[in-house]
């Protein structure tokens, strides 16, 4: 049997919201991005958004960064960004990856996140 697209997004959202398996949206848009159902990826952008907080906003960007999604990246980071203080405090910001903790701080100094 083949799914087309359409079908395949809805699947995969219809597995996410009812638990029948583990994936989690993360997980799920990583097959989004492998299988390059770009649907799919935007439906898990959607939702990724919906459910950011402060303590998995630099866990959200190191994904959209993995996964190439370029709206979700820019999100996650002005949320980063308006919740610097807070942000900074957690587990996933200090378990980042150097170049990515480097590449944010660059960019967040140039969008005047570190004015006094």
């Known amino acids: 049997m083949s799914l087309s697209g359409s079908s395949l997004a ?5 597995i996410y919201w009812t638990g029948v398996c583990t994936v989690s949206i993360s997980g799920l848009l990583d097959l989004a991005t492998s299988y390059c159902e770009n649907r799919l990826k935007r439906m898990c952008q959607h939702i990724i958004k919906r459910g950011i907080t402060v303590e998995n906003a630099f866990s959200l960007l190191s994904a959209a960064v993995r996964y190439d999604a370029e709206d979700l990246e820019e999100f996650c980071f002005k949320f980063c960004v308006n919740h610097l203080t ?31």
């Open 86 to 116: 807070a942000v900074t405090q957690t587990a996933a910001f200090w378990q980042v990856d150097g170049n990515l903790l480097k590449d944010f701080i660059c960019r967040a100094s140039r969008c005047g996140a570190f004015k006094n």
């Open 10 to 14: 809805e699947v995969g959202i219809v």
